[in-house]
């Protein structure tokens, strides 16, 4: 365990794992290790260790579900938080006797969150069915899709500053954009949520409705982090063009590097096979954006989260 960063959490009530292999957390399931992984029991915990690590200049990246990340295959330095104790997962309908609110925490499932709320006949999650990955990393990417996204439903939003103060914004003060929002702090610990009690068979119906459509229209059976690509906006109708679209255009549907390819179910995923490297993922990244730059003059933004030793997460101000 690296020494000078000991002193940051002995202290505190956290789970330590050295020499994590963090890799196989994420939904691709490939890359390799942290130097320390930690997992805090409570808020104050979380508090006391973002602090410490900002002001100690020692990088701290957050894992949520892994769904929208790639772990490059050598360690990744500093600490990685994993928000996966109760009370940091944990889910309270009405807190302080507000009617129809759900308070999140930001380690909550959210399919489990959305089953959870779908049962009780409370809608406003419907959108993000099919969606993987936990409250705080939902938020984070404003994770969505043609039927809506995470922040349609979102009335505040809690965080932690980089000085280890709560911080809660209203729903008035967030903007969320297309796979971003304009947080800027580094760790969100809980969100609320309007909903709206509706009748649970047709509620139901509605969500499964749009998961068949995901289901058929995404491989969500394979190891992936979603669509690998934001969309462009097209310069002349000012509007979004599907990445899907222009990788299929180039040519590039079933491009494979190792163990690493494109699928053929939707151009935009790149999926891996169970031996694959991430530096396989990393290249046929790479050779996408290099290509359809090549076929059309179209720069494709990442979409997946690359971590990578010695390179910090994006900071939120990046996604500004
Ligand atoms: C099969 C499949 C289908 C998908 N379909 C969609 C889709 O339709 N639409 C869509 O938008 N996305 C989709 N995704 C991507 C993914 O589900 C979303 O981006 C999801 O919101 C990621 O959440 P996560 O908790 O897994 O975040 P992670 O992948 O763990 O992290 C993503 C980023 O968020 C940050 N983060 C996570 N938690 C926090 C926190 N508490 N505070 C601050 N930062 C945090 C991480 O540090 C990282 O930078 C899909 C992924 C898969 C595998």
Redesign the pocket.
């Known amino acids: 365990m690296p020494g000078s960063s000991t002193s940051l959490f002995s202290d505190l009530d956290v789970e330590v794992t050295p020499d994590a292999q963090i890799g196989n957390m ?2 691709y399931g490939v890359g390799g290790r942290a130097d320390l992984l930690l997992r805090p029991h409570h808020t104050r915990a979380l508090r006391e260790l973002v602090k410490r690590c900002y002001r100690s200049s020692t990088p701290l ?9 790639l772990v490059a295959d050598e360690s990744i330095d500093g600490i990685v938080v994993r ?1 996966d104790q109760p009370e940091l997962r944990s889910i309270t309908y009405n807190p302080s006797g507000e009617a129809r609110i759900l308070r999140a925490a ?2 909550a499932d ?1 399919a489990r969150t959305l089953m959870d709320t779908t049962r009780r006949g409370l809608g406003g999650l419907g959108q993000m069915a ?5 409250i ?10 043609v039927y809506g ?1 995470i922040g349609d439903s979102v009335r505040s939003v809690t965080c932690i500053t980089r000085r280890g103060d709560l911080v809660t914004y209203p729903a008035s003060e967030l903007h969320f954009e297309y ?1 971003r929002t304009n947080i800027p702090d ?4 809980s969100a609320t949520f309007d909903l709206l009690p509706t009748d649970p068979i047709a509620l139901r119906r509605r969500v499964k409705e749009i998961f068949a459509f ?1 289901k058929s229209t ?3 059976a394979d190891s ?4 690998a690509f934001k969309n462009p906006i097209d310069p002349i109708t000012e509007e979004r063009v599907s990445a899907g679209r222009l990788i299929e255009e180039a040519g590039l549907k079933g491009l494979a590097v190792g163990g690493a390819s494109i699928s053929h179910h939707h151009a935009n995923f790149i999926v891996a096979k169970p031996l694959a490297r991430a530096e396989d993922v990393l290249q046929v990244l790479e050779l996408v954006r290099r290509r359809v730059y090549e076929h059309c003059g179209v720069e494709l933004e990442r979409e997946v ?1 690359v971590w990578r030793r010695g390179e910090e ?2 900071s939120p101000e990046e996604r500004l």
Do not use: H, Y
């Open positions: 994420t939904w990246r957050v894992l949520g579900g892994g769904a929208n990340l928000l930001a380690g959210l099919g969606i993987p990955g936990t705080g990393g939902a938020i984070r990417m404003n994770a969505g899709g996204s796979r580094p760790l969100i610990v995901k995404q491989p969500l992936s982090a979603g669509c989260v997460d994006e």
